[in-house]
Structures are given as C-alpha cells and as structure tokens.
C-alpha cells in the first residue's frame, strides 16, 4: 500500500519522530520502500540530532535541523508522531482508582500529550501553506471517552484523550492559514511492539509493525482536508471522542 502516497507532491521531506521504535522504524522503512518523499528523517533519543519528547530544547533543536533541510528546497509534507508510553521498569496502567500515582500521572501526560503538543509547537510552522502536509500522532482507541466501557488505566486514557483534544484544537488553529493542511489522531490497532506485548488480549488482531505502517500511510495518504483534526483508526474510520 505505501507504494501509493501518491496524494503529496514529489520532493518533499518526510519526518518520523519515534523513529528507532517499532512502529517508528516500520514506518521508515515504508516511507524509504515508497520512494514518494525526497528524504526521510528519523528523530528519537539516540539519533544525531538527538530529539526527547519531553525536553522542548531537544524538539527546538530537532526542528532547527529540519528547518535546514526545508531551506534546501524539501518542503516538510509529512510528520509522523510515533512515540508513546505506556508502562515501564518504574510505572504500570492502574487497575484502580487507589493505584494512581501522581508522578506516574504526570509523566504519561509529559511524554504522551505534552511532548506532541511541542511537537505541534516547533514543526507545524516548518510545513508549506500549499499543497496537502499532514501532521499525525499516535493516540489510542482506549483514549476515547465515549467508548470507554471498562474503566482502569486512569492516566494512559486520560493523556491520550488529552492530546486527541490538542489534536483538534491545533487543527482548527492550522485551517485558517493552511487550509490543505491535515492534522490526525491515528489508533494504530493493537501491534506487536514493546508498549503493547504486555497487555495483547486473546482475541485481539494483533499486527506486526510493518503491517501496521502500511495501514497508517494509507489512512494518511487517503485523508484530506475534511478529515483536518479527526481521531482516526487504522481503518480511516472515525472513532468517538
């Protein structure tokens, strides 16, 4: 599917941030495979430069970089947000109110919704006024509100329904000066990554992360400026706020 993208003008840059993680780096050897994008840039922790989601001096930097290459004449069509957190060594989902820990809090809503919002901040103004550039991140199904039927994991629902709302705010700011310009909340399914293989369910369409990557490069190449600010799936369906 990602040998289609054919919906942006050649010669442009194409950016993965979280791009040395599981869905990062299939999306980067998907968006290399598709050969719709002058260059690919990977951004993670351990690249050159360096770009840590929850330190706004790295993002600024980052975006410095980017900003070179855009004055190179690669205009930035394409940002994927692909990182995220959702438990490690020091933090885990809560499966009760009485579990909740208000650093742990603070840090799912550092990385997984304060961290795009800088994102927003120093790249946005890097993508051209004409011409389709998309902005997307990584939410999650479990963010929605209305279809929150089971409870737990207070603080990871809680960011990501955070940034589904900074989503749709940035996308109504970004429309009235670009208004070829999308910007997407994308539920990605549930992929054999890191983040997820704890918590796969029996019965659960578990993807790998190329599969994954292709579905959400054709989500992205198939949206347009009516879908500007919607939380999406990896189907292009639209899932309740």
């Given amino acids: 599917m990602t040998q289609f993208l054919k919906s942006f003008a050649p010669g442009g840059l194409a950016v993965v941030v979280g791009g040395t993680g599981g869905i ?3 999306l980067v050897s998907a968006l290399e495979t598709a050969s ?3 260059s690919i840039v990977s951004l993670s922790r351990t690249t050159q430069p360096a770009l840590d989601i929850v330190d706004e001096g790295s993002v600024a930097c980052a975006a410095d970089h980017v900003a070179a290459l855009v004055g190179e004449g690669m205009p930035l069509r394409l940002l994927v947000d692909a990182t995220g957190i959702l438990s490690d060594g020091a933090m885990q989902p809560e499966k009760a ?5 208000p650093e742990a809090m603070a840090r799912s809503f550092a990385v997984n919704a304060i961290g795009p919002a800088l994102l ?3 790249f946005l103004p890097l993508m051209p006024r004409e011409g389709k550039s998309v902005f997307a991140t990584l939410s999650a199904k479990v963010g929605s509100i209305g279809d929150n039927r089971l409870g737990g994991w207070v603080s990871y629902r809680a960011s990501k329904a955070a940034l ?3 989503v749709r705010t940035a996308s109504i700011e970004v429309a009235r000066r670009r208004p070829e310009h999308v910007v997407l909340a994308l539920h990605p399914g549930t992929v054999e990554t890191r983040l997820s293989r704890p918590f796969a369910r029996t019965g659960l369409e578990v993807q790998s992360p190329e599969v994954a990557a292709d579905r959400l490069l ?3 190449d198939a949206a347009g400026p009516q879908d500007t600010g919607a939380f999406l799936n990896y189907r292009g369906e639209r899932l309740p706020w």
Avoid: E
Avoid at 97 to 101: E, S, T, V
């Fill in 24 to 26: 990062g780096s299939a």
């Fill in 218 to 220: 054709s989500v992205i």
């Fill in 97 to 101: 109110l009485r579990q909740i820990d």
């Fill in 120 to 122: 927003l901040k120093h």
């Fill in 164 to 166: 589904n709302q900074i």
């Fill in 36 to 38: 719709a994008f002058k």
